[in-house]
Antibody, heavy 120, light 111 residues
């Protein structure tokens, strides 16, 4: 069965970086992409971007350009999302989700979420 | 801030029909597919409707989606207690080099 398992909760200070992992299993990793979606406490969902596990192509949300990097390691079927220069408003649960192609929001499988807390 | 607008709340008694609206623009709903997600408290969202009105396998036919122009809607018929959740619409937006956008979210309460 398809599973996306994310790394554990993180607590970071403002200005630091965080790297969240998302390990996929149960399907051919390179046949799909991974999108990242975050949700601040008590708030709605925010699309962060997408990466193709086939060729590494990315598409980031404009508001995060320059601070976010999404990568994949096909040898371990793992996707990563790194966010730099963290601010308090980056405090959120970060989700990875499987998606077929760029420009698609058909997220059929999701990770369990990773809480990132940014606090001094 | 969300580009797609939803009512903050909706409610109904068991067995009733509830409809949630999602208002967008020509750059998102008007030109791309709409998706709907259900999020139960403390859990990851779950795909409920894709490509405007298609249900993934396992989603009850009590859930239905529709789209007209720059708006979309999700209907829940035969409301059940387990339908109490947050619901989000989503669509691709062709502006700003393309981006995914979600609705503001609607909390459905079963009275």
């Amino acid at each position: 069965q398809v599973q996306l398992v994310q790394s554990g909760a993180e607590v970071k200070k403002p200005g630091a970086s965080v790297k969240v992992s998302c390990k996929a299993s149960g399907y051919t990793f390179t046949s799909y992409g991974i999108s990242w979606v975050r949700q601040a406490p008590g708030q709605g969902l925010e699309w962060m971007g997408w990466i193709s596990a086939y060729n590494g192509n990315t598409n980031y949300a404009q508001k995060l350009q320059g601070r976010v990097t999404m990568t994949t390691d096909t040898s371990t079927s793992t996707a990563y999302m790194e966010l730099r220069s963290l601010r308090s408003d980056d405090t959120a649960v970060y989700y990875c989700a499987r998606v077929s192609v760029a420009g698609d929001l058909h997220f059929d499988y999701w990770g369990q979420g990773t809480l990132v807390t940014v606090s001094s | 801030q969300s580009v797609l607008t939803q009512p903050p709340s909706a409610s109904g008694t068991p067995g009733q029909r509830v409809t949630i609206s999602c208002s967008g623009s020509s750059s998102n709903i008007g030109s791309n597919y709409v998706y709907w997600y259900q999020q139960l408290p403390g859990t990851a969202p779950k795909l409920l409707i894709y490509r405007n009105n298609q249900r993934p396998s396992g989603v009850p036919d009590r859930f239905s989606g529709s789209k007209s122009g720059t708006s979309a809607s999700l209907a829940i018929s035969g409301l059940r207690s387990e339908d109490e959740a947050d619901y989000y619409c989503a669509a691709w937006d062709d502006s700003l080099s393309g981006r995914g956008v979600f609705g503001t979210g609607t909390k459905v309460t079963v009275l």
